[in-house]
């Protein structure tokens, strides 16, 4: 079946340095992709979405890019403090469907 | 604020007793979702509602049942039938469109 997954259940960066968090997607009928970042005990909070019109889109600190030829998505987190060390999941949405699809999540863990 | 609240936070089950977790939303979404999170897993999805009386099994919905009486609530009961119900149990809403969802803060079922 169709699947979103992450390349690397875990990741270590310094902080203030930057970080980049990868996911490979197998359906190129989704339309909308969401990063959620997931803090230990609780809820995953909605970080960046991008549509699949689009390559790039960028928040405060954080971008999302979209190559859509070889099905990745990828979220860049700039100058990571440690509050930015959570669980972070990708998701899809495959056109017309009623749920996303989510990403295994992968642990970025901010070392000071 | 609108926003998502599931109730409670923590739960405690005897082992054959049926429990019910809550989940409100005042954000007018149409969809909502129940989802189980094991430690150090990603999301699996145990049902979900499109719409008011109508729902569906997710991919692990045996030993759970939901309801759909009001488009605000969607109370998830872990039956004495689920085996293995000690888990984080996440709910989310979601309107319709390319949208992601909106996470309550979790439950956290312990079996005793």
């Known amino acids: 079946g169709e699947s979103v997954g992450l390349h690397l259940p875990t990741l270590s960066v310094q902080e203030g340095d930057n970080s980049i968090i990868n996911c490979a997607y197998s359906n190129s009928a989704s339309d909308y992709f969401i990063w959620y970042k997931q803090e230990s005990g609780k809820g995953p909070q909605f970080i960046i979405d991008i549509r699949s019109n689009m390559d790039k889109r960028q928040g405060q600190r954080v971008t999302v890019l979209l190559n859509k030829t070889v099905k990745h998505l990828s979220l860049q987190i700039a100058a990571t403090q440690p509050g930015d060390s959570a669980v972070y999941f990708c998701a899809e949405r495959n056109e017309g469907a009623q749920k996303l699809v989510f990403g295994q999540g992968t642990r970025l863990t901010i070392n000071p | 604020d609108g926003g998502i609240t599931q109730s409670p936070k923590y739960l405690f089950r005897k082992e054959g007793q049926n429990v019910t977790l809550s989940c409100e939303q005042n954000l007018n979404h149409d969809a909502m979702y129940w989802y189980r999170q094991d430690p150090g897993q990603g999301l699996r999805l145990i049902y979900y509602s499109q719409i008011v009386n109508d729902f569906q099994k997710g991919d692990i919905a045996e030993g759970y049942s939901v309801s759909r009486e009001k488009k605000e609530s969607f109370p998830l009961t872990v039956t004495s039938a689920q085996k293995n119900p000690t888990a984080f149990y996440l709910c989310?809403?979601?309107?319709?469109?390319?949208?992601?969802?909106?996470f309550g803060s979790g439950t956290r079922l312990t079996v005793v």
């Open positions: 989310a809403s979601r309107r319709q469109g390319p949208y992601g969802y909106t």
